[in-house]
T-cell receptor, first 116, second 115 residues
Framework: GAGVSQSPSNKVTEKGKDVELRCDPISGHTALYWYRQSLGQGLEFLIY????????KSGLPSDRFSAERTGGSVSTLTIQRTQQEDSAVYLC??????????????FGPGTRLTVT | AQKITQTQPGMFVQEKEAVTLDCTYD???????LFWYKQPSSGEMIFLIYQGSYDEQNATEGRYSLNFQKARKSANLVISASQLGDSAMYFCAMRDNNYGQNFVFGPGTRLSVLP
């Protein structure tokens, strides 16, 4: 079946512009996660959606970052007034449910964001 | 406080030999899950193996096994008969109820398999 998809795969933007990154989770997966990974680094948690519950936004680095998930499916991560330090790969993952500890995450291929 | 520790930033192993990648974790929850992911240079994150805190047996998946020592809070990944294609970053992750069932990842270990 189809995996997690993300678009665009690459995005180059000028400093100060807004960008939107999209994530399509696996159908039926109720949990959706966004991470940021700088070059050669680990995963930095950004935000987590579980069903219709309020999202866990505790990882968003500043108020320039926001995310929404419409209809419990597609999610959009928006970065306003981009800065050079926002350059990274943004990874999206989905999981069947967050109510069971054994359910692993399935990751998308990521969006590589470069802010010039 | 960091919840997942991977003390080996980089490891080398000879092809066909076994290698152990260390992972220790911190949780006050009795029920939790431990995961290992592989990230090759292509960037994709690949799920390898899962261990539940109540599982009595160590998890195994093909050449991957998890050396789970609950009292020590360690969940080391053992790769047997290393192959060149095993060269990648390896991340240990945990999910527990104390963290809202979110995943917490360690900093990763870069494994290089030598021919």
């Amino acid at each position: 079946g189809a995996g997690v998809s993300q678009s665009p795969s690459n995005k180059v933007t000028e400093k100060g512009k807004d960008v939107e990154l999209r994530c399509d989770p696996i159908s039926g997966h109720t949990a959706l996660y966004w991470y940021r990974q700088s070059l050669g680094q680990g995963l930095e948690f950004l935000i987590y959606f579980q069903g219709n519950s309020a999202p866990d936004k505790s990882g968003l680095p500043s108020d320039r970052f926001s995310a929404e998930r419409t209809g419990g499916s597609v999610s959009t991560l928006t970065i306003q007034r981009t800065q050079q330090e926002d350059s990274a790969v943004y990874l999206c993952a989905s999981s069947l449910t967050a109510s069971g500890l054994s359910y692993e995450q399935y990751f998308g291929p990521g969006t590589r964001l470069t802010v010039t | 406080a960091q919840k997942i520790t991977q003390t080996q930033p980089g490891m080398f192993v000879q092809e066909k030999e076994a290698v152990t990648l260390d992972c220790t974790y911190d949780t006050s929850d009795q029920s939790y899950g431990l995961f290992w992911y592989k990230q090759p240079s292509s960037g994709e994150m690949i799920f390898l193996i899962y261990q539940g805190s109540y599982d009595e047996q160590n998890a195994t998946e093909g050449r991957y096994s998890l050396n789970f020592q609950k009292a020590r809070k360690s969940a080391n990944l053992v790769i047997s008969a290393s192959q060149l294609g095993d060269s990648a970053m390896y991340f240990c992750a945990m999910r527990d109820n104390n963290y809202g069932q979110n995943f917490v990842f360690g900093p990763g270990t870069r494994l290089s398999v030598l021919p």
